[in-house]
């Protein structure tokens, strides 16, 4: 997939954020599930982790919500990647564009299971975060998931 970005053609930041949600298509019991997410976040933590990339993926047993943020061409290649990726669909892109600074940069990529709401409050893999911003970006993830479910 080839995705045109015009509005950022002229700059060239060095820290680019993408923020996505879809619907997750794997099948299978809560625990096949969690075995493909598995899956995925290991290959994701040594690919993103080479290519400069950091951020966290969202989840629960239907959907998917991840900001990534990077290099910017290693940004977007990645999202076309992900996006032809066929254990998601009717993927949105939410967010995209040139930012300060990383939220995420101790993670090539963490995670939080949404199903339980008290772990929503305090997802223990983002507790080692050394900043409030992970929080927040993390606490916006959430809620997209949550506007999602009611659509
Ligand atoms: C929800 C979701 C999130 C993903 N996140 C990443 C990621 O952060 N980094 C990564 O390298 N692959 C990620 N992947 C896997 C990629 O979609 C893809 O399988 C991988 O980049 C290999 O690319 P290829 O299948 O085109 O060879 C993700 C897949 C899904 C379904």
């Not at 598995?38 to 080479?50: A, D, G, M, V, Y």
């Not at 991840?66 to 998601?88: F, M, T, W």
């Not at 929503?120 to 929080?135: C, I, N, V």
Request: charged share 25%; with cysteine.
């Amino acid at each position: 997939m080839h995705l045109h970005f015009p509005e950022d053609q002229k700059a060239t930041p060095q820290v680019y954020r993408l923020i996505y949600r879809s619907q997750m298509t794997i099948e299978g019991s809560p625990r096949e599930v969690a075995e493909e997410i598995r899956r995925i976040l290991t290959w994701s933590r040594e690919w993103n982790h080479r290519a400069g990339i950091s951020g966290a993926l969202l989840f629960d047993l239907h959907r998917f919500a991840q900001v990534l943020e990077g290099p910017p061409e290693a940004v977007k290649n990645l999202y076309g990647h992900i996006a032809c990726d066929s254990r998601h669909r009717h993927i949105t892109l939410l967010h995209h564009g040139p930012v300060a600074s990383r939220h995420f940069d101790t993670w090539s990529m963490g995670f939080a299971r949404t199903n339980d709401e008290a772990a929503l409050a305090h997802p223990e893999d983002f507790q080692r975060t050394d900043g409030e911003k992970a929080e927040d970006v993390l606490k916006l993830l959430m809620s997209l998931l949550r506007e999602q479910r009611n659509h």
